[in-house]
């Protein structure tokens, strides 16, 4: 981080100030979130105003205002935004009481509020700016005009405008906008989710991960690829960010499969694509699995059970495709000496599986995320005790509490931002709007409303992390999926999968962008390489929409029956989308596979058999093929 390195180098009384605040804030930050964790959260909107207003405070301290600025000059804008965080968290804190008990848009609001209001909606804008880019305070910023100036469209888009009290009310004094929802996860069990990353990442178990997965597949055909899908699937199910989860494991893979011989867009496009796969798979899913329950009022479990079926396929997608693109070129795995042996590395890393397992378990027996991701943090601490090299000292276990600040502070920020977008569409009823217009636009049509909504999601999402897409798509969105009949669970389920796509679909894919710049490789190629080798994620949801027994709603035999279809019809689009099986395939080939692929999508039984008479006949032929040529040559 630029901000980091130039604070580093700069040893003024000032920049020494903001390195010590940062410590201090991201300290008592996290112990405030393990008190809270362990003994019960405090009232919500305390809880969620402590939270935002230390990490916006952080995110101006962390991230400058402009990278190319000294840190002294940063400074100087820098440290007075922070106060200013601070001093609003403060003004909330004592106020809090007065707050919370009055009447929403009717109780007194003095002018300390209007103005303290205006002024978080500018920082929470600002901080979202410095972390994640200007795509989303772009979106919130947008909304916000048209929440003024919507009574001037023309119909069907016209809007009752409220008024300006009214809506600086609703953005700063309730807890439906920027303290809302999102927000309030991000209070509650993301921070401890990444909390419990950061904690794996100092005591190595980021290297285990990485040292498993290449015991596991490092050896096989295509080896370092298959190391980075693994190493992904896994790393992702704690960090959840597919950026995050790139330059987590990027930095090792990429250059091992570019050494194997994979060209540098597709070793970047692997690595994008399986990162932005972790966010499919539980427990965190880019914190979107908390967020769903939340909005759905259904046990965080189900998110996750939900999950499951629809991530593998997506596994065995990409898995499947880096072995073809091996074959095809003749990529053998890594040398013996490469590879740690399996199970010393499991000898040396089996304790940080406990406080995994533990995690399930606790959360099988009925504990909430919150007081689960508790105990498994203070499990980790413990067993990672029984070893030299995982063992926290007193100055490791402060990096580790400020480590786990700051890397909340991006997800913190974006809700924050997409709080303002979910206040505007409260405040002017524009969630109800867009069912209207998609039902009208799209003639009843669910297949058409449902192409319309994935086109939504994926533009709302482009250059907008996975959590804060999710939630701004699913507050416009959802109302439309379930008018059309189609079940909770299921609508969002298709609306996080659609906001997921523009993590790695250009132009503005941001798992591309990382993975190009660690591999060198060419941005848009990278990108258009990961959207083929994650077609999965724009195939499934239409599936699930159609048949929820992929989501393992309903009887087992007709979950099972979805799931051997669809991985029957991923293998048959991999093979179609690749060009090859066995040897390579020829155009007519391709075409069969494809047309196979999107047979198995239909939940018919007609055109599943179809699908899976394909698969076997034409892989049968093709192998027979390859073995014949094999014993001529």
């Known amino acids: 981080m630029s901000s980091e390195k130039n604070i580093s180098e700069d040893n003024s009384l000032l920049v ?46 962390i991230f400058p205002t402009n990278n ?23 003004y909330l804190i004592v106020n809090h009481d007065r707050i919370v008990g009055r009447e929403w848009y009717y109780g007194p609001i003095t002018t300390v509020d209007i103005w303290f209001g205006i002024i978080t909606i500018i920082l929470t804008l600002e901080a979202a700016r410095r972390v994640v880019g200007l795509a989303l305070p772009i979106i919130a910023i947008f909304f916000m005009i048209y929440s003024f100036y919507g009574s001037y469209f023309p119909y069907p888009f016209t809007i009752r405008s409220p008024p300006p009290l009214v809506f600086i009310d609703h953005m700063f004094l309730t807890p439906q906008a920027i303290f809302g929802v999102p927000v309030g996860v991000s209070a509650t069990f993301v921070y401890l989710f990444i909390l419990f990353g950061a904690f794996l990442e100092t005591t190595k178990g980021g290297q285990f991960i990485i040292d498993f997965s290449m015991s596991l597949v ?49 070793a970047g496009a692997v690595e994008a694509a399986s990162s932005c796969g972790g966010q499919l798979m539980p427990p965190i899913m880019g914190a979107a699995a908390f ?94 005790m029984f070893r ?65 909504v994935m086109i939504s999601c994926l533009v709302l ?61 060419r941005v848009m190629v990278t990108g258009i390489i990961a959207s083929r080798l994650g077609i999965v994620v724009f195939l499934v949801p239409y599936i699930f929409v159609y048949d929820p027994a992929l989501l393992m709603i309903g009887s087992p035999p007709f979950v099972m029956w979805a799931f051997l279809t669809g991985v029957i019809g991923t293998l048959n689009l991999v093979f179609a989308l690749g060009g090859y099986l066995f040897s390579r395939l020829i155009w007519w080939q391709r075409i069969i596979f494809l047309i196979a692929g999107l ?35």
């Not at 008190?35 to 995110?59: D, K, P």
């Not at 690829?225 to 693994?230: E, G, L, M, R, S």
């Not at 239909?602 to 093929?625: A, C, E, H, S």
Request: aromatic share 10%; proline share 5%.
């Open 461 to 521: 999402g482009m250059g907008v992390p996975t959590a804060p897409a999710y939630i701004i798509a699913a507050m416009i969105a959802a109302p439309t999926l379930i008018h059309f009949g189609i079940q909770p669970i299921v609508a969002h389920m298709f609306i996080f999968y659609s906001a997921l796509l523009s993590a790695i679909t250009p132009p503005v894919a941001l798992a591309a962008y990382a993975a190009a710049a660690i591999s060198g490789g």
């Open 218 to 266: 490092g050896r096989a055909t295509g080896g370092p690829a298959k190391v980075a899908v693994v190493a992904s699937s896994l790393f992702g199910t704690v960090s959840g960010h597919s950026v995050a989860n790139v330059y987590g494991t990027g930095t090792f893979t990429i250059p091992l499969m570019k050494r194997a011989g994979y060209n540098k867009e597709f």
């Open 291 to 384: 967020i769903i329950a939340e909005i759905i009022g259904i046990p965080y479990l189900e998110v996750c059970k939900a999950a499951i079926l629809p991530a593998l396929l997506y596994y065995i997608a990409v898995f499947a495709s880096t072995h073809m693109e091996a074959l095809r070129k003749g990529l053998r795995g890594l040398n013996k000496d490469e590879v740690p042996q399996l199970l010393p590395t499991l000898s040396r890393g089996f304790h940080f599986t406990i406080p995994i397992i533990l995690l399930i378990i606790v959360l099988m027996k009925g504990f909430t995320p919150f007081r689960a991701a508790f105990i498994a943090i203070i499990a980790l601490i413990v067993v990672a």
């Open 599 to 633: 047979c198995t999508i239909v939940p018919q039984i007609t055109t599943d058999i179809i699908g899976l008479g394909i698969f076997v006949v034409f892989g049968w032929m093709n192998y027979r093929k390859s073995r014949e040529v094999a014993t001529v040559s």
């Open 68 to 90: 190319r600025w000294s840190a002294k000059k940063n400074a100087l804008i820098d440290v007075p935004l922070a106060c200013i965080a601070l001093i609003i968290g403060i």
């Open 16 to 61: 020494i100030f903001i390195k010590a605040s940062v410590v201090v804030v991201g300290v008592c930050l996290s112990f405030f979130h393990l008190y809270t964790g362990g003994f019960g959260v405090v009232e919500a909107y305390l809880q969620r105003t402590i939270h935002l207003m230390a990490l916006i405070m952080l995110a101006f301290l």
């Open 388 to 452: 030299k090299e995982s063992r926290l000292t007193p100055r490791s276990f402060v990096d580790t509490l400020v480590l786990g600040a700051k890397n909340s502070i991006v997800i913190a920020a974006s809700c924050g931002c997409a709080g303002i977008v979910v206040g505007v569409l409260d405040v002017t009823g524009l969630g109800i709007k867009f069912v209207t217009i998609v039902t009208e636009l799209s003639g009843g049509l669910l297949p058409v409303a449902l192409v319309m």
